[in-house]
């Protein structure tokens, strides 16, 4: 229920933003509700589901996520195309509503409830720690470079912060987080080969609509049509591929995958302001 309302909170402040700064902090109040969603939803998977059928569950909630990245380009771009871009949060606020009312009302507490204790002093470590580095590489482009004083001291002191909320973790008896499962190899690798999965899929959700926008001038509805087959494609064999991984394992799934998105890199590097619209839809 905190997830929903700050995601409520921070839709109806971006929508209502009178200003870019308020936009911005309404999209971080959101960010935030995200941050509690996304792993608890998959914590609650892991509870109820055992390990033979995670991979169908985890298939479907796939399905459902990525229904948001199908629909969400084509809807937006309609919306801006008729209505101001206010109406793009707008809308979703009776989503979130049904969701609080409907989660309220019918969700158990499927975990086991425990009395633990949030260290406050870790909470504004990392807090700094992270959001200096992030809006430092945010505002890198901005204000001068690279070699701005804003924005290299916004990184150094996040750096630091997150030194000694990292030391401050080790030495805790229950701490905020447990940094020892880094010391397991398998775990570092799959936090790596996550953090590039994610940060190619979700920069490419950026980029490749302001390529076809600004480069290819194309309205924004149009755009939204573009992507709109590949995102399809993706949320219908969600549940197929988590099936695939419960039977033949990771590797079965994982190996062909990355090559098909190597692949599709390679053709993204050839594209120009007169690749055809047909190249772009294949190879998205």
């Given at each position: 229920m905190a997830s929903i309302l700050l995601s409520i909170f921070g839709t109806v402040l971006a929508a209502s933003a009178p200003v870019f700064s308020v936009l911005l902090a309404g999209r971080i109040i959101q960010a935030a509700g995200l941050a509690i969603n996304?792993?608890?939803?998959?914590?609650?998977?892991?509870?109820?589901?055992?390990?033979?059928?995670?991979?169908a569950a985890m298939g479907v909630?796939?399905?459902?996520?990525?229904?948001?990245?199908?629909?969400?380009?084509?809807l937006a771009g309609l919306i801006?195309?008729?209505?101001?871009?206010?109406?793009i949060f707008w809308f979703t606020i009776?989503?979130?509503?049904?969701?609080?009312?409907?989660?309220?009302?019918?969700?158990?507490?499927?975990?086991?409830?425990?009395?633990?204790?949030?260290?406050?002093?870790s909470v504004i470590l990392s807090t700094i720690g992270f959001g200096g580095i992030v809006y430092g590489v945010s505002v890198g482009g901005e204000h001068g470079g690279w070699t701005s004083t804003s924005v290299i001291v916004s990184i150094i002191?996040?750096?630091?912060?997150l030194?000694?909320?990292?030391?401050?973790?080790?030495?805790?008896?229950?701490?905020?987080?447990?940094?020892?499962?880094f010391t397991y190899p398998l775990f570092v690798l799959g936090v790596i080969m996550s953090f590039i999965t994610f940060f190619n899929m979700l920069s490419m959700l950026v980029i490749l609509p302001m390529y076809m926008q600004m480069a290819l001038v194309i309205a924004a509805f149009t755009t939204g049509l573009i992507l709109l087959p590949g995102s399809l494609l993706n949320c219908l064999l969600a549940p197929i591929i988590g099936r695939l991984f419960d039977k033949y394992g990771p590797k079965a799934v994982i190996t062909p995958g990355a090559i098909l998105v190597a692949i599709g890199y390679g053709i993204y590097s050839q594209f120009g302001t007169d690749t055809a619209l047909w190249m772009i839809v294949v190879t998205f």
């Open positions: 996304l792993p608890l939803t998959q914590n609650v998977i892991f509870t109820i589901f055992p390990p033979n059928k995670r991979g909630m796939g399905l459902v996520m990525l229904a948001g990245p199908a629909l969400g380009p084509t801006l195309d008729t209505l101001s871009w206010h109406w009776p989503f979130l509503l049904f969701s609080l009312i409907f989660g309220a009302k019918y969700l158990p507490n499927v975990n086991e409830v425990r009395k633990v204790s949030i260290d406050i002093f002191v996040g750096f630091v912060a030194v000694f909320f990292s030391y401050r973790q080790t030495k805790m008896e229950n701490p905020m987080l447990n940094l020892k499962a």
